[in-house]
T-cell receptor, first 114, second 112 residues
Framework: AQSVSQHNHHVILSEAASLELGCNYS??????LFWYVQYPGQHLQLLLK??????LVKGIKGFEAEFIKSKFSFNLRKPSVQWSDTAEYFC????????????FGTGTQLKVEL | GAGVSQSPSNKVTEKGKDVELRCDPI?????LYWYRQSLGQGLEFLIY????????KSGLPSDRFSAERTGGSVSTLTIQRTQQEDSAVYLC??????????FGPGTRLTVL
């Protein structure tokens, strides 16, 4: 069975600081990878996704993530965070052999301080 | 265009009662999913419908949970004889075949 691990449960940063949120997965086959974001009081929204091709993917609001197959990782990065990035971030995967159901990590709560 | 909608947004019920939660997917999406978000368990898959295929029910936690999808569109998740541990936010998502899932706002269920 597949699983997703997010190492940081709570992260506090000052505005303009750089962000990197860790995500590792466990699955022996091909996966599609996602980062979703949940802003306070809002529903889950797609931030970015990796299906195939260039392992460096860019998403909305200046976020990017790099798929490193050898490390089973899909870390999320942003060079300079803003107060409006305060949210909960979820890494998730779909295994291509297991239907299209998402397996989520436990989430990282990011707080950006002014 | 319109996103995934869910109703009700909040539901408070007494232990032992049955509840029905509704999901309207994005028009044209062939796949529909139910997930549950709770403090103790995070985000968990419940059930998945794809076109006319038999649903994948592998995530349903007990036989008190069931779901149907009528006419390939609207779906209803039913929880019978609710228990306090069923309290959670129930999320619906839809997608095109094997594509990105888009989520609705959820239904917050509180079982007293």
């Amino acid at each position: 069975a597949q699983s997703v691990s997010q190492h940081n449960h709570h992260v506090i940063l000052s505005e303009a600081a750089s962000l990197e949120l860790g995500c590792n997965y466990s699955y022996g086959g091909t996966v599609n990878l996602f980062w979703y974001v949940q802003y306070p009081g809002q529903h889950l929204q797609l931030l970015l996704k990796y299906f195939s091709g260039d392992p460096l993917v860019k998403g909305i609001k200046g976020f990017e993530a790099e798929f490193i197959k050898s490390k089973f990782s899909f870390n999320l990065r942003k060079p300079s965070v803003q107060w409006s990035d305060t949210a909960e971030y979820f890494c998730a995967l779909v295994s291509t052999g297991g239907g299209n159901k998402l397996t989520f990590g436990t989430g990282t709560q990011l707080k950006v301080e002014l | 265009g319109a996103g995934v909608s869910q109703s009700p947004s909040n539901k408070v019920t007494e232990k032992g009662k049955d509840v029905e939660l509704r999901c309207d997917p994005i028009s044209g999406h062939t796949a529909l999913y139910w997930y549950r978000q709770s403090l103790g368990q995070g985000l968990e898959f419940l059930i998945y419908f794809q076109g006319n295929s038999a649903p994948d029910k592998s995530g349903l936690p007990s036989d008190r949970f069931s779901a149907e999808r009528t006419g390939g569109s609207v779906s209803t998740l039913t929880i019978q004889r609710t228990q306090q541990e069923d309290s959670a936010v129930y999320l619906c998502a839809s997608s095109s075949f094997r594509d990105t899932q888009y989520f609705g706002p959820g239904t917050r269920l509180t079982v007293l």
